[in-house]
């Protein structure tokens, strides 16, 4: 087993990287106890291809490294995509990501697509190698004192990282780009950092940008006038005129058509739109926050996503982490979950247990928070605590065929498979009433037809 496919933080694995001579810095109250608002400096020496003998020495947690102008550590050379990978450094040690690169990463010898990294690790990016080494001193990372934000809840470091940063991004009206996989909160994160913002008391516009067909996308942000196309029989308001004075949140937004971005930039850039059909620029006061599951930097890499438009959308980014990485949240998350449940006591009781949620600790959360929240919505249902492996069989316990696959493959078979089954079983418990069955999962009734599509499932 490679070391990334293990759970972060409170693994059930016994084995420590630091044992292995991983130089690591842990979360306060784990083993080894140390300060969780610190991580460790690290540093990159380029030693072969573009200016070698070049040192970046770490400000943050993170460096991300590639052939345009606008990472950390750029290393211009044709055999290194524009954004090649990321090292990152966390309370369980240092990682290099590749970011879907061409020529890919090789670390001491070993091509990777995500690797812990021990001092003096030498990293391979096409025709360039890069050094790299742990630092003596350390990085202070900004932790919020709260545990709650909005309706999220979390005390984990990596929780009150992101809180620190959301709080930050509230105070101001800066482009924000949220990140992380399905159900970790992207959108409840948005709404937080709305609501605490200035502008709480106008609208909060969401615009699914995966659920609209690309043809009416335009229209549905922009608006249109009437006959600006067949169908437009009268003129329409889009989203952003509708949002003015409060903030648009653009979720899926690595869904949207190459075109359309070059029309989106340039309203971030001008602060103004023009209706489809008209000639007409309306100023927009709108604070922008967009979502994506996606690495966009990889969507650039593979000609999707315009650079200019990631860093236009990217000037506060905000990665929401997967609830296996902070197995320490679950039991604070839990309890708001069931508290919101409006259940009787007695029923929360065998959920409310050390061990129920000791055993919730040790699962890897694929769907994330959603599945948790749905996987307790069933327990309570059934008056009893589910079996989760004997319920959830092969998407649990990661089965053999799994965790033979590269991460992103077998990350990708779970996540489809949790997708089908939680569809499927929606489906039935409504009759086969789509309507019913998206708002249940609080799901836009296009995107749900969507995944019924793609999982070959009849209502
Ligand atoms: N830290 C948290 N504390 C409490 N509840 C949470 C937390 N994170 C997520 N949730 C809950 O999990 C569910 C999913 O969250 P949300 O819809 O914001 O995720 P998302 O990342 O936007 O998902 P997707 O990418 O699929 O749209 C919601 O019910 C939300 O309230």
Redesign the pocket.
Known sequence: MSEMDRKGGASSDSRDPADEGLQVTRPHGTRRGMEPSSVRRFRLTVLEGPSPGTVWESGADRCSIGSHPLNDLVLDDETVSRFHCEVRIGTDGARVKDLDSLNGVVVDGVQVLESFLRGGSLLRLGRATVRFDFSSERNKLPLSDTTRLG????TSAV?RACFARMERAAGTDVTVLLE??????????AQAIHQSSSRRDRPFLIVDCGAIPANLLESELFGHEKGAFTGAASRRVGAFEEAQGGTIFL??IGEIPLELQAKLLRVLEERQIRRLGSNVHVPVDVRIIA?T?RDLRAEVNAGRFRSDLFFRLAVVRIS?PALRERPE?IPV?AE??LAGAGADPERLAPLRTPEFLSRLQQFAWPG???EL?NYLERCLVFEEAMPLSEEDGPAWNVPSTLSALPYPEARRRAIDEFERRYLQSLLERHQGKVAQAAAEA?MDRVYFYRLMRRHNLKP
Not at 151 to 154: A, D, F, I
Not at 180 to 189: L, P, V
Request: hydrophobic share 30%.
């Open positions: 309706s999220l809840v979390g929780m992380g996989e399905t159900g970790t909160g992207k959108s409840q994160a979720d899926e979502a599951h929401l949240d998350i708001q979950l994330n928070v959603r929240r609080q």
